[in-house]
């Protein structure tokens, strides 16, 4: 019953702080709004028993790559014509399109309506399970993604380099 | 479940409205990691569904993919402001390709 709760409590603040992040004008406010909203869907993952993933939500997102996007918006303090005037000139187009997407989302999510199950319907997992199958099944694609990651910091300085070269 | 998968779409559809609306550059990024999350959460909750713990993982590696993702997408947006001195997106309007 209170989990019920919590979990429409938290999906309600996820929604809010995805709107927020539309309509606000300064970017070091999106960075905030997105940091709600990516708290309220790991407090949405606790609700649901998977704390695993909660705790990777609040750990790579949160405290990973949310901390680099303050981080640059803050070097890049720019006072220019995006401030001002936050939308494009693809204003309209934009909202049909929207509108089209939430139209066929809808529909579809109205049609499977019936036959989905409810939401406390699936077993949930530990962290030990979950340790286990990852190191037991799954230690390629560890490793794989070690590699992923070293490849995405050597692209990041190849990139930084590039720039400063051609301007000096 | 109903109530996960309506927040899902609703998550995706509103950072693809930003993608496509906002001016700076950086809101931009930031609405692509919202639409990342919405559709983050339809795969923890088909996955919670099921019990399966192979989409726990593969959640996991979404997650370092989306970190390596943007440490690539912000030194190219360094770039960028370093050219053009701004983070309006009309003044990239002369990018080629």
Not at chain 1, 42 to 62: E, N, P
Request: net charge positive; aromatic share 8%; hydrophobic share 65%.
């Amino acid at each position: 019953m209170i989990a019920t709760v919590l979990l429409y409590l938290f999906a309600a603040s996820a929604l809010a702080g995805a709107v927020l992040m539309l309509v606000v004008r300064h970017p070091m406010r999106v960075a905030l709004a997105l940091i709600a909203t990516m708290l309220s869907l790991a407090g949405v993952y606790a609700a649901l028993g998977v704390h695993v993933i909660a705790v990777f939500q609040v750990l790579i997102y949160v405290g990973a790559v949310m901390v680099f996007m303050v981080y640059v918006i803050m070097l890049l303090e720019m006072r220019d014509r995006s401030l001002a005037r936050r939308y494009s000139a693809l204003l309209v187009p934009g909202l049909a399109g929207f509108a089209l997407l939430v139209w066929a989302l809808g529909r579809g999510l109205w049609q499977d309506a019936a036959d989905m199950p409810g939401a406390a319907g699936g077993t949930p997992f530990g962290v030990q399970s979950f340790s286990i199958a990852f190191l037991n099944e799954y230690w390629l694609h560890f490793e794989l993604v070690s590699i992923l990651l070293v490849a995405a910091v050597v692209a990041a300085i190849a990139v930084i380099k590039v720039g400063s070269g051609s301007r000096g | 479940m109903h109530l996960l998968l309506t927040l899902s779409a609703a998550l995706f559809a509103a950072g693809l409205l930003g993608v496509i609306v906002r001016r700076n550059v950086l809101v931009m990024l930031m609405c692509m990691e919202l639409m990342l999350n919405g559709v983050n959460l339809s795969l923890v909750s088909f996955a919670q569904q099921n019990g399966a713990v192979a989409g726990a993982v593969l959640v996991f590696l979404v997650f370092v993919v989306a970190a390596a993702e943007i440490a690539i997408a912000i030194p190219i947006v360094l770039l960028l402001v370093r050219a053009k001195r701004s983070l309006d997106l009309d003044e990239y309007a002369d990018l080629k390709g």
